[in-house]
């Protein structure tokens, strides 16, 4: 009998407390894509090499130069996605007013 493979295949990278009610609006994810390539993702937007988001396409849509604009190795997807993380902004709200005011209830 063949033993179960177990590998890491999504990152969460945040600045707001994993337990916060808000930490998922705030999240980009790191996901693994296959051929050792990560996307870098803020819901269904992919970010570049330059941190801006693209709408992701269906797989079917998507070509070579879109695949090489929007995947990456893990070192590099990670270093994007935490240069990204501190820039969000939701519902008109930055990364910096969200943990202050996780601070004022505290």
Request: charged share 25%.
């Amino acid at each position: 009998m063949n033993e179960p493979t177990v590998r890491p295949t999504r990152y969460d990278v945040t600045c707001l407390p994993p337990d916060d009610i808000n930490t998922h609006s705030y999240t980009i994810t790191v996901e693994y894509r296959g051929h050792d390539r990560w996307a870098v993702l803020d819901g269904p937007y992919a970010l570049d090499a330059n941190g801006d988001a693209d709408y992701e396409p269906r797989p079917s849509e998507r070509d070579d130069e879109w695949l090489a604009t929007h995947r990456f190795d893990l070192d590099t997807a990670l270093a994007i996605a935490k240069k990204a993380a501190p820039l969000m902004t939701v519902n008109g709200q930055t990364v910096e007013q969200a943990l202050a005011f996780i601070a004022s209830r505290a």
